[in-house]
């Protein structure tokens, strides 16, 4: 979908600027959509999520400084023309299912993932202001969260295949499924890729 990472940022700046802008969840570090890079230490290779900006690679681990990590990860899409009633052009809707990954130090933050949980999914931000849809050329966008996934163990598995070491026990993992849904014409996709 055009525009992914301008709606992950706008989800972002939505989250930081309500739920989440509480003393006890800072200091908090929020990334848009990251990617899986692999990893070599010694004999062994991981398999870790980064986020690639300007050709520089960070490498997204729980750490001891924040109270909260969160990135944001495109599990899947889907594509469909929507008819237009009048005139002759097309437009295309776009389904996109995203993963949003938290790390909760739990030691900072002094609260569960089960408390951060619905801070963020009722945090979220349901569509883009009306100047930004304008400004990215969309038609429509919703933003719906879809689920949650709390199971540290497996989660810690699939985000970090391969990898020799374990969590700090401070640390838990949070996973919110959510669902963009735009339409958009094709000038749109032009538009995404010349700008």
């Given at each position: 979908?055009?525009?992914?990472p ?31 890079i ?16 300007a ?10 400084k ?9 599990l ?28 909760n ?7 569960s993932?089960y ?9 979220f ?35 970090f ?9 401070n640390?838990?993992?949070?996973q ?13 996709v ?6």
């Amino acid at each position: 979908m055009p525009f992914s990472p301008q709606i992950t940022n706008h989800i972002n700046e939505t989250l930081k600027a309500g739920s989440l802008n509480k003393s006890k969840l800072q200091p908090l570090k929020l990334y848009g959509l990251c990617t899986t890079i692999a990893h070599k230490e010694d004999d062994n290779v991981a398999f870790l999520p980064a986020v690639v900006e300007a050709g520089k690679i960070t490498i997204l681990t729980a750490d001891d400084k924040h109270a909260l990590k969160i990135y944001h990860k495109i599990l899947s899409k889907s594509y469909s023309v929507e008819r237009q009633s009048f005139g002759d052009e097309s437009s295309y809707k776009s389904t996109t299912d995203v993963q949003l990954m938290v790390y909760n130090n739990s030691k900072i933050t002094g609260v569960s993932k089960y408390i951060i949980e619905p801070l963020l999914v009722f945090g979220f931000p349901q569509q883009l202001s009306p100047q930004l849809k304008n400004n990215l050329g969309l038609t429509k966008c919703t933003i719906s969260v879809t689920g949650s996934n709390f199971d540290s163990v497996s989660l810690f598995r699939q985000e970090f295949p391969g990898a020799t070491y374990f969590l700090n026990q401070n640390i838990e993992l949070l996973q919110i499924r959510y669902r963009i849904e735009t339409i958009f014409s094709t000038a749109c996709v032009d538009a995404c890729l010349c700008n």
